[in-house]
């Protein structure tokens, strides 16, 4: 059910009937010369809403701008400052809590969000952890899903091919609206030292915003996208994350985990 085609009445019904809002974080930046501005959040969009067909729960508005000042020098870039967005996060998700909702999925696909919406959540745990009224929260981002083999069966880049207007992202907005993005325009590898289906580095390195004068927009692979491959992905991540929400809503999880992290704890 899609939460922005319900009335306010429909939403009372499914929260009394305990069913989990599933809320995308996306983005509205720049994603090179091939894709539109609207690329994390269209994508969120599309995940969520499946993620909440095949598992009957409710998929609450995306937000489409993000925190993406590293991009800032782009043209058409929008974004909240980092303390601005921290609070909008807080307020989009104390918004579904007092409609009554107490088990939120959160999808993500942009970046730089994570670090600001890990520190929301940790806000909202902190408020209810002596109160009677219970919040779960399951996160998930594109490097959190379980299944990443799956992915990279089917990828045709190299490390490195799967970042910021990559293949992964170029492939998926293939599939779900092909009209919208530029083929024509696409270019030579730019291989990323990082790739959001394999492991990250064991450090975070931060120096100056990326400028167009030295980077097009794109890190990762676009020339080896295909909407073919794009519908694979998207069925692998919506599946992966259905799947997961299945076990968040029958109890199953019962550890929190760190994607950084070797270890959990109850």
């Not at 983005?27 to 959040?41: A, K, M, N, R, W």
């Not at 927009?217 to 998207?234: I, L, M, Q, R, V």
């Amino acid at each position: 059910m899609l939460m922005r085609k319900m009335t306010t009445y429909d939403v009372k019904k499914a929260v009394d009937e305990g069913k989990c809002v599933i809320v995308g974080f996306g983005s509205f930046e720049q994603h090179g010369p091939v894709l539109p501005l609207d690329t994390d959040g269209f994508i969120a969009e599309r995940i969520a809403d499946a993620v909440a067909e095949e598992t009957g729960q409710i998929a609450a508005p995306v937000m489409h701008i993000g925190y993406s000042t590293a991009w800032f020098k782009y043209p058409g870039t929008i974004t909240f400052k980092s303390e601005t967005y921290l609070h909008v996060v807080l307020d989009v998700l104390d918004s579904l809590i007092e409609t009554g909702f107490r088990k939120i999925v959160i999808i993500n696909s942009h970046g730089t969000n994570p670090e600001l919406i890990k520190s929301a959540l940790r806000i909202i745990m902190d408020r209810f952890e002596s109160h009677e009224r219970k919040v779960e929260f399951l996160f998930f981002s594109y490097g959190t899903i379980s299944d990443k083999e799956a992915i990279n069966r089917i990828r045709k880049s190299e490390k490195g091919g799967m970042w910021h207007a990559g293949e992964l992202e170029t492939a998926l907005y293939m599939f779900l609206d092909p009209d919208h993005v530029k083929e024509e325009e696409i270019g030579d590898p730019n291989l990323a030292g990082v790739d959001i289906m394999m492991e990250y580095p064991p450090y975070t390195y931060a120096s100056e915003w990326f400028d167009p004068k030295k980077y097009k927009g794109y890190f990762g692979d676009p020339s080896a996208a295909t909407a073919e491959n794009g519908k694979k992905f998207f069925d692998i991540i919506v599946k992966d994350i259905s799947d997961t929400v299945r076990k968040f809503l029958n109890g199953e999880i019962t550890v929190r985990w760190e994607r950084t992290s070797k270890e959990v704890a109850k």
